[in-house]
Structures are given as C-alpha cells and as structure tokens.
Nanobody, 120 residues
C-alpha cells in the first residue's frame, strides 16, 4: 500500500493551494485519512483528518481556512488551503489507516510529503 501526495508549492500570503493524496495497492478498507505537517525544527502536527463517515477534525490554527475532503469511491483525500499564512510553511504528509484483511488491526501509512511554502 502506498500514499502519493501532490499539489504542494509556493504561494503568497492570502493565497491558496490544494493538496491531493492518492492510494495504491491492495487492502480491505481505509479508516481515518488526513494530513499532518512538519515545519523546520518542529514536531509533526495534525492538520486535518476525515473519518469514513465524513466526520472531520481540524487543528485550531487552520479552522476556517483549510477544508479536507475525501472520496471513498476513489480512496483519495484532498486538502484545500485558503488564506495561507507564512506559518503554514511546512512539509505536508498525507496519512491513512489501512485494514489489510477483515478482522485485522488497522495500520498507519504515510505519504512521502510535499513542500508548502508561503512567502511574498
């Protein structure tokens, strides 16, 4: 199983970017999907997550600016980032919990990370 993130880049303060994450490989089902980020010198932190039923959770710092969306049919997750701030600069990682076979435990998988830089 692999997660492939795309869509990072450079944006000006107040601008927008959209991140996407695709899955590949064989699995039984996906639990939570989401995005984390890690800025230089800081710990990786949660940005937003989405359960299979659509329930979402956001870090306080991105509420009202970022929107996570999930397509259960395509097994993808996206992050629309609006009104970006310099403090949003980080490497963004997509994340998902996969259940490989029925009755097995879920396991965590991470994408390779995509750089988001917000600067004028």
């Amino acid at each position: 199983v692999q997660l492939q993130a795309s869509g990072g880049g450079l944006a000006q303060p107040g601008g927008s970017l959209r991140l996407s994450c695709a899955t590949s490989g064989r699995f039984f089902r996906i639990g939570v999907m989401g995005w984390y980020r890690q800025a230089p010198g800081k710990l990786r932190e949660l940005v937003a997550t989405s359960l299979y039923n659509g329930t979402t959770k956001y870090a306080d710092s991105v509420k009202g600016r970022f929107t996570i969306s999930r397509d259960n049919a395509k097994n993808t997750v996206s992050l629309q980032m609006n009104n970006l701030r310099p403090e949003d600069t980080a490497v963004y990682y997509c994340y998902a919990r996969f259940q490989m076979r029925w009755r097995e435990n879920f396991n965590d998988y991470w994408g390779q990370g995509t750089q988001v830089t917000v600067s004028s």
